[in-house]
């Protein structure tokens, strides 16, 4: 069954590379049937996947959204729910391609990660464990949908700042949809990572009897949700946006991420036992 | 001699001036005072000047082209500039060359973009304008709407406009990248040259909401803000203007910066951030270019947006082959009807085509009467040519005359048109008796 799961993860990965590479031929070329053949095959990819994660669910017997392979898998299929999602709401030329880059990274992290079931100990286990994890990283997918789009913003805007109109000024779209871009995934983003922060200390207080206790997890997750904080209130108040606002939605990432993968390796904390 | 009169045609260009002295030369006030300057040389018979941003040009008819070019050039530009300060810039075509280089005009082959539509209108206007002031005769009116014609002719036979490219057009792709979508946008024109105008428009039919006009005298912003239905501003009002705007075209005359990077800085709060496009299409520039490095504000110049127009230049230049060739045609018919204007080859053609008639109509009457001997088809004849003779006495003496009333241009015009020798020369050159010959008599009469 674990093997079985397994084949699932490894065809959408393969399928995910496939959609990578049609995107990037669209790209260049700028052929509409290769950007519908890239569509159908990232779709394809984003249902396999799912479907790995309903056997591993089988197997396993708890949530799979525990493991560094099962977060970086959800994370990836989590931004592509965002970006199906997005893609009903409002077209932004050549997202595709950024977005299915980032994936087949992080799909090729999961492949590499350790592929083991572990199942969390009795003491961390409770309902709200699989509600926190997913709200997280669907989080996490959202503001990484807003980092891309913040990256295009800034390639777009360099190009018309320096009115260099080479390969990259006619794929890219336009300022006003990165931006509204970066502005819809900011705001859903931070409201899942909000929710994904009580939860997460609903699940501490069950747990270990507190709701917080500043232990490094925390610490920097608090860090990373007051930068998104300081960003959103920006972006609502003073009417942040552009440049400022696109560099500072790639440095918020950054420090989400590091607090998610990286503490777990610098520190010792709960999550650190994955 | 009056038949040894040419076409010239002087000017610079962007290619051959600096937009500096094509700014001094230009003529800032319309055409009539320069018109009006012209009219009294006798060296020009026929003259009209155009001029737009990226040129200035005469075109004129004159016996004696070194006088004609020198009496023009003082008449329209000394004291501020002399012959021999513009003489490295100028451009000199005559005849053949002259109209060919015209025509190339008009079609928009010589712009600075390559098949931009503008041109033709600034062409008409200009025509206008001097056919007002009595400017233009016979030669540059037919000169000037065959131009207009060859324009047309390349315009429909060619994609050379497909992409319809010209600074309007830069000025909507680019706003396209930076607001997405032009829809609802105000734009803010701040002093109001034609350039600037056209830009509006073109705006305006992409979508913008509405045109503010700022100018430095009112009635002239009033003027086009109603043509626009916006509102007219003093320029005093500009960085107040700033917080309601998106897209600002600016055009004036000034000779220092109307607005700088502070003023400009001063108001991105107040409009929380929506970014601004300014254009600067003045010479010399009216925004200071440090503006271009706030953020959400993006300035460009007129040579900035020629790289935007570059993206689809290769494809204008392979139709623009095919447009030479309808030039060069064209160019060709143009010549043929003007060495028809010389007396010499008018009369032979006149004579040859009364007589075929003549002819043509006894040969059937004699075949009626039935002939037989061959002193009645003599006489026949002999009354046939001598009807011909009376009938062509008083044209031909009409065109010999030396009349200073009439010009002779006018009058072998005059002929030309009451015998349509020109309709049968342009539709059957193979059957017209005369058109073979007719070529290199010019100048000689």
Redesign the interface.
Do not use: C, H, M, T
């Given at each position: 069954m674990t093997s079985f799961s397994f084949l699932l993860f490894l065809a959408s990965l393969a399928l995910y590379m496939l959609a990578a590479a049609a995107y990037l031929v669209f790209f260049f070329k700028e052929q509409t049937e290769v950007r519908q053949k890239a569509r159908q095959l990232f779709m394809t990819a984003f249902t396999v996947q799912a479907l790995g994660f309903a056997a591993r669910y089988c197997t396993g017997g708890y949530t799979p959204i525990a493991t560094v392979h099962e977060t970086l898998s959800f994370f990836a299929w989590g931004l592509g729910c965002c970006y199906l999602t997005l893609c009903w709401r409002f077209s932004v030329k050549n997202l595709g391609v950024f977005v299915s880059l980032l994936v087949l990274l992080l799909m090729l992290g999961a492949a590499l990660a350790s592929r083991d079931l572990i199942l969390p100990s009795p003491t961390l286990q409770s309902v709200w464990l699989p509600i926190h994890a997913s709200l997280s990283l669907l989080a996490y997918s959202f503001l990484a949908l807003a980092g891309i789009g913040g990256l295009m913003y800034l390639l777009?805007e360099r190009t018309?700042?320096r009115?260099?109109?080479g390969l990259l000024?006619?794929r890219l779209?336009?300022?006003?949809?990165l931006d509204?871009l970066n502005h819809h995934s900011l705001s859903v983003g931070f409201a899942l990572l909000t929710l994904g922060m009580i939860t997460g200390s609903l699940w501490a207080k069950q747990a270990h009897g507190a709701y917080w206790s500043w232990n490094p997890t925390e610490t920097w997750a608090l860090a990373s949700w007051l930068l998104y904080a300081g960003l959103f209130h920006q972006r609502f108040t003073?009417?942040?946006?552009?440049?400022?606002a696109a560099w500072f939605s790639l440095v918020a990432l950054a420090l989400a991420i590091f607090t998610f993968w990286g503490v777990a390796v610098l520190f010792a904390g709960y999550h650190g036992q994955f | 001699m009056a038949n040894s009169e040419t076409i010239a045609l002087i000017g610079v260009n962007h290619k051959t001036a600096p937009l500096e002295l094509r700014e001094r030369l230009a003529f800032h006030e319309g055409y009539e005072p320069p018109l009006a300057s012209l009219s009294g040389l006798e060296e020009l018979k026929e003259y009209y000047l155009l001029s737009t941003c990226n040129r200035v040009e005469m075109v004129f008819v004159c016996t004696d082209t070194a006088k004609a070019r020198s009496a023009l050039l003082t008449a329209l530009f000394a004291p501020g500039i002399s012959e021999d300060e513009l003489a490295p810039h100028l451009y000199q075509y005559a005849g053949k060359e002259a109209v060919e280089h015209l025509f190339r005009v008009a079609a928009s082959l010589d712009s600075m973009v390559v098949g931009e539509a503008q041109i033709l209108g600034q062409l008409k206007t200009a025509y206008r304008a001097a056919a007002q002031a009595k400017g233009t005769r016979l030669i540059l009116n037919r000169l000037l709407h065959k131009a207009f014609s060859v324009a047309k002719r390349v315009r429909t036979e060619t994609r050379i406009g497909a992409s319809a490219v010209s600074i309007s057009y830069a000025a909507v792709e680019?706003g396209?990248?930076?607001?997405?979508?032009l829809t609802g946008k105000k734009a803010l024109l701040i002093g109001a040259g034609e350039m600037a105008e056209l830009a509006a428009e073109h705006l305006l039919t992409h979508g913008v909401s509405s045109v503010t006009v700022a100018n430095r005298t009112l009635e002239r912003a009033v003027a086009l803000a109603r043509r626009f239905h916006g509102q007219a501003v003093g320029l005093a009002e500009v960085p107040e203007q700033l917080g309601q705007v998106d897209v600002i075209i600016s055009s004036t005359g000034a000779p220092d910066l109307i607005l700088r990077k502070e003023e400009v800085r001063g108001v991105m709060?107040g409009?929380?951030?929506?970014?601004l496009f300014f254009i600067d299409i003045a010479v010399p520039r009216d925004l200071d270019p440090a503006i271009?490095e706030l953020?959400?504000v993006?300035l460009?110049d007129i040579d900035?947006l020629q790289?935007?127009v570059?993206?689809n230049k290769a494809d204008r230049e392979r139709e623009a082959v095919k447009a030479e060739r309808i030039i060069a045609e064209e160019v060709l018919k143009f010549e043929r009807w003007l060495e028809n204007l010389e007396t010499t080859p008018t009369i032979r053609q006149l004579q040859a085509q009364v007589e075929a008639m003549v002819r043509l109509e006894t040969a059937k009457t004699a075949n009626r009467l039935n002939l037989h001997s061959e002193a009645d088809q003599a006489a026949l004849d002999r009354m046939a040519q001598a009807l011909a003779n009376r009938l062509l006495a008083n044209p031909l003496c009409y065109l010999k005359a030396d009349t200073r009333r009439i010009g002779l241009q006018e009058r072998i015009h005059l002929v030309r048109s009451v015998f349509a020798l020109d309709e049968i020369a342009e539709t059957r050159p193979e059957e017209s008796p005369v058109a073979s010959g007719a070529g290199p008599e010019r100048g000689k009469a």
């Open positions: 777009q018309i700042k009115k260099q109109f000024y006619s779209p336009s300022l006003e949809a509204k003073v009417g942040w946006r552009g440049r400022r | 680019l396209r990248k930076i607001f997405g979508d709060r409009r929380r951030n929506r970014p271009n953020d959400n993006y460009y900035d790289g935007v570059d993206l």
